[in-house]
C-alpha cells in the first residue's frame, strides 16, 4: 500500500493523512462515547479537493489507527468536494482547474476559493 502525494495547487499547504485521519478519529470516537455506542458503523467524510488529501491514504490510516477502539471495521465513505472559485470582478463562480487561476469569464486574475478547502466529519453512524 502506498500513499502517492498529490498536489495541485502548490502554495496551499498539504495536509499530513496521518495526523487529519487520527483527529477524525478522536472526534468520532468521543462522539461515539457520549452517544454509548458499542461500535461505529460508518462515518461520512467531506474531503475538499483543495486540501490534497488522498482518500486511499486516509483509509489505509483509519484501518491501522481504529485498532482495538469502537471504530474498528468502520466503513468510511468520503465525499469529495471540487475546488471551486469566485471571481470577485464579474462574480461569477466556476470550478478551479489545477494551475489555471483566471476567470474563464472575464480572464480576471481577482479570485477566491469559495469550495475545495472542506475537510470535515459529516456525519457518523453508531450502534
Ligand atoms: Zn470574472
Do not use: N, P, Q, Y
Given at each position: 500500500m502506498t500513499c502517492r502525494s498529490r498536489n495541485y495547487f502548490p502554495g496551499f499547504v498539504r495536509m499530513h493523512e496521518?495526523?487529519?485521519t487520527q483527529s477524525m478519529l478522536d472526534l468520532v470516537l468521543e462522539q461515539a462515547e457520549k452517544a454509548g455506542a458499542r461500535e461505529v458503523g460508518k462515518i461520512n467524510l467531506v474531503i475538499g479537493e483543495m486540501t490534497g488529501v488522498v482518500d486511499?491514504?486516509?483509509k489505509f490510516y483509519f484501518d491501522?489507527?481504529?485498532k482495538?477502539?469502537?471504530a474498528e471495521g468502520a466503513t468510511i465513505s468520503l465525499k469529495m468536494v471540487p475546488t471551486v472559485a469566485q471571481?470577485?470582478?464579474?462574480?461569477?463562480?466556476?470550478e478551479l482547474k489545477e494551475f489555471d487561476w483566471t476567470c474563464p469569464y472575464c480572464q480576471g486574475y481577482d479570485?477566491?476559493?469559495i469550495a475545495g478547502q472542506e475537510l470535515f466529519v459529516e456525519s457518523m453512524?453508531?450502534?
Open positions: 496521518l495526523a487529519i486511499d491514504c486516509i491501522f489507527l481504529s482495538g477502539t469502537l471571481c470577485r470582478d464579474c462574480l461569477k463562480s466556476f479570485i477566491k476559493i453512524e453508531v450502534e
